[in-house]
């Protein structure tokens, strides 16, 4: 890999505190524009041209990637020249006049009221595992955390006589967040039934565990977060992150202040959180037009 591309990845790790999955999608992202300007002009990344930046977009669509794919393409390649610049490798920004492919924003899907509930009864909490598995979803919809957060909580990142847990997100910032009775209910039957069977000895901190005893993995939950769409008859394609616009949608519709939305959710940006506004309002169309006479 280029020298200047590894010191960038060291820089997003050790300065901005990226999350692995991050800084594998910057790193690759770099070596395939570095091998293509190696591959088609014999050129190093740093000596790139706006010309053969262009160039590499319009092969990545050449290559039938949708502009979603050729938009983050460019973003890394931007972020990377201006480390750069800010190193002083170089002093002329090639991306600057580089324009980005437009994205058509899609809405998030979102779970019902009603679809979430028989998620949430789905699981046995009579057995270790069922009381892990029904802690975790009603810990995910109950604070809105990502499935990387979710799976990265400790046991003393859980206060549950003050119903707040601690969160550390995107770049290592951490947030506290309220906790619903629901969710601290759950939280204690898996911390006082399920998790000391779950152990079998281990030394280990992390609050969910897998059959092995060790961390659960964002794929083990996966799996379970299928199996409980499945048993709960929701023919949805749904992830871990359906239930993340679920918690930000059904806080919006019942009057929530958009400011504490972003905060829970740990948006940097309040425009991100803006998407689930549109959520609502659709919603709130298709409420419209379904019950009122004269729709």
Same mark, same amino acid.
């Given at each position: 890999?280029?020298?200047?591309?590894?010191?960038?990845?060291? +820089?997003?790790?050790?300065? #901005?505190?990226?999350?692995?999955?991050? =800084? %594998?999608?910057?790193?690759?992202? !770099?070596? /395939?524009?570095?091998?293509?300007?190696?591959?088609?002009?014999?050129?190093?990344?740093?000596?790139?041209?706006?010309?053969?930046?262009?160039?590499?977009?319009?092969?990545?669509?050449?290559?039938?990637?949708?502009?979603?794919?050729?938009?983050?393409?460019?973003?890394?390649?931007?972020?990377?020249?201006?480390?750069?610049?800010?190193?002083?490798?170089?002093?002329?920004?090639?991306?600057?006049?580089?324009?980005?492919?437009?994205?058509?924003?899609?809405?998030?899907?979102?779970?019902?009221?009603?679809?979430?509930?028989?998620?949430?009864?789905?699981?046995?909490?009579?057995?270790?595992?069922?009381?892990?598995?029904?802690?975790?979803?009603?810990?995910? +919809?109950?604070?809105?955390? #990502?499935?990387?957060?979710?799976?990265? =909580? %400790?046991?003393?990142?859980?206060? !549950?006589? /003050?119903?707040?847990?601690?969160?550390?997100?995107?770049?290592?910032?951490?947030?506290?967040?309220?906790?619903?009775?629901?969710?601290?209910?759950?939280?204690?039957?898996?911390?006082?039934?399920?998790?000391?069977?779950?152990?079998?000895?281990?030394?280990?901190?992390?609050?969910?565990?897998?059959?092995?005893?060790?961390?659960?993995?964002?794929?083990?939950?996966?799996?379970?977060?299928?199996?409980?769409?499945?048993?709960?008859?929701?023919?949805?394609?749904?992830?871990?992150?359906?239930?993340?616009?679920?918690?930000?949608?059904?806080?919006?519709?019942?009057?929530?202040?958009?400011?504490a939305v972003q905060e829970m959710l740990g948006h940097a940006d309040i425009s991100t959180t803006q998407i689930y506004t549109h959520v609502t309002r659709t919603r709130l169309k298709e409420v419209y037009a379904t019950a009122h006479p004269r729709a």
């Open positions: 890999m280029n020298e200047w591309i590894t010191r960038f990845i060291d +820089y997003l790790a050790v300065e #901005r505190g990226l999350s692995m999955n991050t =800084l %594998q999608s910057y790193r690759r992202d !770099l070596c /395939a524009f570095a091998e293509y300007l190696k591959r088609t002009a014999q050129q190093d990344v740093i000596h790139a041209k706006q010309a053969q930046i262009v160039g590499y977009l319009g092969h990545l669509k050449a290559l039938g990637r949708a502009n979603t794919t050729v938009s983050r393409n460019l973003a890394s390649i931007r972020s990377f020249y201006h480390y750069l610049l800010r190193e002083e490798a170089l002093f002329v920004d090639p991306t600057v006049h580089v324009e980005t492919p437009k994205v058509e924003k899609r809405l998030p899907k979102v779970l019902t009221i009603d679809e979430v509930e028989r998620l949430l009864r789905a699981p046995d909490a009579s057995t270790p595992a069922g009381a892990r598995d029904k802690a975790m979803l009603e810990l995910l +919809y109950a604070t809105g955390i #990502r499935v990387s957060e979710l799976v990265s =909580l %400790q046991v003393s990142d859980v206060n !549950l006589s /003050a119903g707040f847990l601690r969160c550390m997100g995107k770049g290592a910032k951490e947030r506290i967040i309220p906790v619903g009775e629901y969710a601290q209910q759950t939280l204690a039957h898996y911390l006082e039934f399920g998790r000391s069977k779950l152990l079998r000895e281990h030394e280990v901190h992390a609050l969910f565990l897998n059959h092995h005893g060790g961390q659960m993995s964002r794929q083990g939950f996966w799996k379970i977060l299928k199996k409980y769409a499945l048993a709960a008859s929701i023919h949805k394609h749904i992830t871990p992150h359906t239930l993340r616009h679920s918690f930000a949608t059904h806080l919006l519709e019942r009057g929530a202040d958009l400011r």
